[in-house]
């Protein structure tokens, strides 16, 4: 019970941090959607967990839903299309977290729904309340974004042909 | 590997690496594992609540009652203190020789002119065989309630007072009483719904 509990809470916290992007933030989110399961004796399961966490997230965060913003984006284009940028980027923490940084909240929570957890685009569109189509364009933009800021922001091995 | 599935492993590996700390986290389970045994304490502590106030309230009611009973011991006076008291203060007052205000020469008279007294001057039996002649009246009081003071003469030219006083509840109870104090004799006694004392 304990442990399936703990793997629930680790479940959403993450959940959390992909909205929010800030350790402390999520965890308030966690706690406050957490207590607000346990006073309403709602089920210890992820879905009625992160349906929690994500109405006290959008209710903090109306102006991002009612105005969404992108951010001004540094990126900067291959100039050469001669060059062929190595697509196996060397991810790593540091850099995926600027990357997310410059995600909408949205964006993250979408990746975070499909890359993490795995759910399809038909789940996600339950959990956001997105048209199927608008979840998976974003899908594609966002890993697009991350891409491109990674290309933008790596030390590319490059090969001339 | 795809760029999609790339991208979406290097999403997940951030996300897995990243976890509650232990501290919170024992802290959310206990919020759960307390909510869980809430029914229960609440049950018990509403019990405990309950009974706490009812002996509470007992203890109140049995501290208020002995509180009363020790009051009413030493508020309210024996029958002894209570015929020394008056006693007391009929001699103060016979002691004073205050001049009559009024000067009829019978109760009935003095009754009239006397219109604050909630009673009616009573002419004492025990006293007519005496032969007291009276002198005249005046208002005092006795224990805090108003009182007539008449003085009377005897034939042999002594003077005594006279205190009626409407028999009110402390007094209902001085039936027959005789006393001395400060040197003076003094008798006390009920007649017609009046408190009468003489003093001389």
């Not at chain 1, 800021?149 to 030390?155: D, G, I, L």
Request: proline share 2%; net charge negative; charged share 25%.
């Amino acid at each position: 019970m304990s442990e399936s509990l703990a793997i629930l809470l680790q479940h959403g916290y993450r959940y959390a941090l992909s909205l929010a992007h800030h350790a402390a933030k999520a965890e308030d989110l966690l706690q406050d959607a957490w207590v607000a399961v346990i006073q309403a004796g709602g089920p210890h399961e992820k879905g009625y967990l992160f349906c929690a966490i994500r109405s006290r997230y959008y209710n903090l965060h109306k102006r991002e839903l009612l105005v969404p913003m992108e951010p001004l984006e540094s990126i900067v284009e291959p100039a050469d299309d001669s060059i062929n940028v190595n697509h196996e980027h060397d991810f790593d923490d540091p850099r995926l977290e600027t990357a997310f940084s410059q995600l909408r909240g949205i964006e993250r929570e979408v990746l975070y729904l499909s890359a993490v957890e795995g759910y399809t685009a038909q789940e996600i569109t339950t959990i956001t309340g997105q048209a199927r189509g608008t979840v998976l364009s974003m899908l594609n933009r966002t890993r697009k974004k991350v891409q491109r800021y990674f290309s933008a922001n790596e030390v590319k091995v490059v090969s001339h042909e | 590997m795809s760029e999609q599935d790339e991208t979406d492993k290097a999403v997940k590996d951030y996300y897995q690496k990243k976890s509650l700390s232990a501290e919170k986290l024992q802290q959310l389970m206990d919020v759960a594992q307390l909510a869980e045994k809430k029914p229960e304490a609440e049950v018990i502590n509403w019990r405990s609540r309950w009974l706490m106030q009812r002996n509470v309230s007992i203890a109140a009611s049995l501290l208020l009652a002995v509180l009363i009973a020790f009051q009413w011991m030493s508020v309210a006076p024996t029958q002894e203190q209570l015929v020394a008291s008056i006693a007391k203060e009929i001699a103060i007052n016979h002691q004073k020789q205050f001049a009559s205000d009024f000067s009829e020469a019978s109760y009935a008279g003095l009754s009239q002119v006397m219109t604050k007294l909630d009673f009616k001057l009573v002419d004492p039996e025990r006293l007519k065989s005496k032969g007291f002649e009276i002198m005249g009246g005046r208002y005092c009081s006795l224990d805090g309630h108003i009182a007539a003071q008449v003085r009377l003469k005897n034939s042999a030219g002594e003077i005594f007072t006279l205190y009626q006083t409407s028999s009110h509840e402390t007094f209902q109870t001085l039936t027959e009483h005789v006393a001395r104090a400060k040197g003076v004799d003094i008798e006390m006694w009920n007649e017609g719904g009046v408190f009468l004392g003489i003093a001389g």
